[in-house]
């Protein structure tokens, strides 16, 4: 090796040892300097950030097919509504709301569909849904891990909410109510005591009949039978000819509308039932049950979980049901009003914590409005005064029975009846 080349090494180990001392921060300074800090990009993770010009973008599971499609649709349009009512006043500082609705068919594999759409879309601030409970149990996976809060107008199975899911809330009351209620109604109102539960083997209706069957022992009846059919059955009459034989003073079934229309319609022509009283929930509570029920349907009793109803409010709701749909708001469905709600429960958290930053774009931390969203209220809605609890129940009211006379519901017993 040559003495001129060790020289030149030594030299430029020394200008790359004193780069060095300069690239580093000092103690002091910590990691990066100040003037350092302030070109330094915002962290964005967990955040939805909305361009100037953009649309906040609320998603929705409807039940547009499968067992319930016009209560789907009443629930779509009352969603809708809301969301023309927010824009008509103005939006959130300049940023107008926008409704992306998709077909959650009251179906769990198809809300896992739904949730996976709505994960995959970094635009979805929120969600209102789903329809069924089901469907539901198919979107709060999804929905949880992706960390976007959504707020369901009438799944109902007592599960949907747990302190487990931060993410899951609903403006609907729990079937635990519903089922203690109507339990409660045909023991010491109608004075019966025997009673067959059949449900139709979905989550919201087995979970329902349980709770019925469960209270009604509870409190002295008897449960004669406890039968599963299955949701899109037609023909029950094997099923109800096995009830029958037991001699029941009526029948609860927990599930939908035409199934429940059918039951209540084949029972006439079932020996030992020819008498024995029908009465279901509110899954049944449509024309669609009145309906496949046809004359069977009077003297039948359906109950309700129904919020505290602002009169003035419903009615201007109801004018623009009508104007925007050309049919009459609970013509299609019951959950209009709950569904208005909760698209409105969900921008007035939005409200809450959404910020304008300098670049004129509107930045919503997910982590926050799922705080928000069980924080804010109460809030003026259409069921009543809402604000949820911590476990994401956000729901006003009670449970109302019905019973039909004349091919419609008259309310005979429960929450608001004067």
Same mark, same amino acid.
């Given at each position: 090796?040559?003495?001129?080349?060790?020289?030149?090494?030594?030299?430029?180990?020394?200008?790359?040892?004193?780069?060095?001392?300069?690239?580093?921060? %000092?103690?002091?300074?910590?990691?990066?300097?100040?003037?350092?800090?302030?070109?330094? *990009?915002?962290?964005?993770?967990?955040?939805?950030?909305?361009?100037?010009?953009?649309?906040?973008?609320?998603?929705? %599971?409807?039940?547009?097919?499968? *067992?319930?499609?016009?209560?789907?649709?009443?629930?779509?349009?009352?969603?809708?509504?809301?969301?023309?009512?927010?824009?008509?006043?103005?939006?959130?500082?300049?940023?107008?709301?926008?409704? =992306?609705?998709?077909?959650?068919?009251?179906?769990?594999?198809?809300?896992?569909?739904?949730?996976?759409?709505?994960?995959?879309?970094?635009?979805?601030?929120?969600?209102?849904?789903?329809?069924?409970?089901?469907?539901? $149990?198919?979107?709060?996976?999804?929905?949880?891990?992706?960390?976007? *809060?959504? =707020?369901?107008? /009438?799944?109902?199975?007592?599960?949907?909410? %747990?302190?487990?899911?931060?993410?899951?809330?609903? !403006?609907?009351?729990?079937?635990?109510?519903?089922?203690?209620?109507?339990?409660?109604?045909?023991?010491?109102?109608?004075?019966? /005591?025997?009673?067959?539960?059949?449900?139709?083997?979905?989550?919201?209706?087995?979970?329902?009949?349980?709770? $019925?069957?469960?209270?009604?022992?509870?409190?002295?009846?008897?449960?004669?039978? &406890?039968?599963?059919?299955?949701?899109?059955?037609?023909?029950?009459?094997?099923?109800?000819?096995?009830?029958?034989?037991?001699?029941?003073?009526?029948? &609860?079934?927990?599930?939908?509308?035409? +199934?429940?229309?059918?039951?209540?319609?084949?029972?006439?022509?079932?020996?030992?039932? +020819?008498?024995?009283?029908?009465?279901?929930?509110?899954?049944?509570?449509?024309?669609?049950?009145?309906?496949?029920?046809?004359?069977?349907?009077?003297?039948?009793?359906?109950? $309700?979980?129904?919020?505290?109803? %602002?009169?003035?409010?419903?009615?201007?709701?109801?004018?623009?049901?009508?104007?925007?749909?050309?049919?009459?708001?609970?013509?299609? @469905?019951?959950?209009?009003?709950?569904?208005?709600? /909760?698209?409105?429960?969900?921008?007035?958290?939005?409200?809450?914590?959404? +910020?304008?930053?300098?670049?004129?774009?509107?930045?919503?931390?997910? +982590?926050?409005?799922?705080?928000?969203?069980?924080?804010?209220? *109460?809030?003026? @809605?259409?069921?009543?005064?809402?604000?949820?609890?911590?476990?994401?129940?956000?729901?006003?009211?009670? =449970?109302?029975? &019905?019973? !039909?006379?004349?091919?419609?519901?008259?309310?005979?017993?429960? $929450?608001?009846?004067?």
């Amino acid at each position: 090796m040559s003495k001129s080349f060790t020289v030149l090494g030594l030299i430029l180990v020394a200008v790359l040892a004193l780069a060095a001392c300069v690239a580093a921060p %000092s103690p002091a300074e910590g990691p990066m300097a100040d003037d350092q800090m302030e070109d330094a *990009p915002a962290d964005m993770s967990g955040k939805v950030v909305i361009p100037a010009g953009g649309m906040i973008r609320i998603g929705g %599971s409807f039940a547009l097919t499968g *067992p319930i499609p016009d209560p789907g649709k009443d629930i779509q349009y009352g969603a809708e509504i809301a969301i023309d009512d927010l824009n008509a006043m103005g939006g959130f500082e300049g940023f107008m709301f926008e409704l =992306v609705g998709e077909d959650g068919a009251c179906d769990g594999t198809q809300g896992t569909n739904v949730g996976n759409k709505f994960a995959a879309d970094e635009t979805i601030v929120a969600v209102s849904g789903g329809t069924c409970s089901g469907e539901t $149990f198919g979107l709060m996976p999804i929905l949880q891990e992706a960390r976007i *809060p959504f =707020v369901s107008p /009438s799944a109902t199975n007592p599960d949907i909410t %747990s302190e487990d899911c931060d993410v899951c809330n609903r !403006v609907a009351l729990s079937d635990a109510l519903q089922g203690v209620t109507d339990a409660n109604f045909v023991v010491n109102e109608l004075g019966l /005591s025997k009673f067959a539960v059949v449900h139709d083997n979905s989550d919201y209706g087995k979970g329902l009949a349980e709770i $019925f069957q469960n209270h009604l022992m509870a409190i002295g009846g008897e449960v004669s039978s &406890f039968e599963g059919a299955q949701v899109g059955d037609t023909d029950f009459r094997a099923m109800l000819a096995k009830v029958g034989a037991d001699g029941p003073e009526g029948i &609860f079934f927990a599930g939908y509308s035409t +199934e429940a229309g059918l039951i209540a319609q084949q029972m006439t022509e079932t020996p030992g039932l +020819e008498n024995a009283v029908f009465m279901s929930v509110d899954g049944a509570y449509t024309q669609q049950y009145l309906d496949a029920a046809g004359p069977a349907a009077e003297g039948t009793y359906v109950s $309700f979980v129904a919020g505290a109803e %602002s009169e003035e409010m419903n009615a201007e709701f109801d004018a623009k049901f009508m104007d925007k749909y050309g049919v009459a708001a609970g013509d299609l @469905g019951p959950f209009h009003g709950q569904s208005y709600d /909760s698209v409105k429960l969900i921008a007035a958290a939005i409200m809450e914590v959404g +910020e304008v930053g300098d670049d004129g774009s509107l930045v919503i931390d997910r +982590e926050a409005l799922i705080a928000a969203i069980r924080s804010v209220g *109460p809030i003026d @809605g259409l069921t009543g005064s809402l604000m949820c609890d911590a476990m994401g129940e956000c729901g006003a009211g009670g =449970v109302q029975i &019905f019973q !039909v006379g004349d091919g419609d519901f008259n309310q005979v017993s429960g $929450f608001g009846l004067e």
